[in-house]
């Protein structure tokens, strides 16, 4: 059984060994993406493997931090206790200029007033010591 003090803590990333280089990136400011030096594929989330073509030969690149929205959702009631301060808040899926997707949330601004293809650029939020969140704001 989750205590009520537990049930106010929002979960933290746990980095591992393919993670742990995207999250160093995000304190420092950047949004680290994996590229692929055979088939040239850029992904996010970090792997130990491209999921292209499967060669583990991969090296992390700053990405330009912009996007376009590419879908969203704007959440009105709260996933538990620990996100009851936020509604409502817009998830959003996030079309990088480098190719992948990513999901994230909306800052700086209303949760009505994303749309679709609208122009967003990364905010590296610091949530504590060791954890800094990717976000986005609009353009």
Same mark, same amino acid.
């Given at each position: 059984?989750?205590?009520?003090?537990?049930?106010?803590?929002?979960?933290?990333?746990?980095?591992?060994?393919?993670?742990?280089?995207?999250?160093?990136?995000l304190r420092d400011g950047v949004l680290l993406l994996?590229?692929?030096?055979?088939?040239?594929?850029?992904?996010?989330?970090?792997?130990?493997?491209?999921?292209?073509?499967?060669?583990?030969?991969?090296?992390?690149?700053?990405?330009?931090?912009?996007? !376009?929205?590419? &879908?969203?959702? /704007?959440?009105?009631?709260?996933?538990?206790? %620990? +996100?009851?301060? *936020? $509604?409502?808040?817009?998830?959003?899926?996030?079309?990088?200029?480098?190719?992948? !997707?990513?999901? &994230?949330?909306? /800052?700086?601004?209303?949760?009505?007033?994303? %749309? +679709?293809?609208? *122009? $967003?650029?990364?905010?590296?939020?610091?949530?504590?010591?060791?954890?800094?969140?990717?976000?986005?704001?609009?353009?």
């Open positions: 059984m989750i205590s009520a003090e537990d049930a106010m803590k929002k979960p933290v990333p746990a980095p591992d060994a393919d993670s742990a280089a995207l999250w160093r990136g994996q590229h692929c030096g055979d088939c040239h594929h850029v992904q996010y989330y970090q792997q130990g493997m491209c999921r292209q073509c499967s060669s583990e030969n991969l090296s992390h690149k700053v990405a330009s931090g912009r996007g !376009r929205v590419h &879908s969203f959702s /704007v959440v009105h009631r709260a996933p538990g206790p %620990a +996100f009851k301060a *936020d $509604v409502p808040y817009a998830v959003l899926l996030v079309d990088l200029e480098e190719g992948p !997707r990513m999901i &994230s949330t909306y /800052v700086g601004g209303k949760p009505e007033d994303v %749309a +679709f293809d609208m *122009d $967003v650029m990364l905010v590296c939020e610091q949530i504590d010591d060791r954890t800094t969140l990717p976000r986005f704001r609009r353009a």
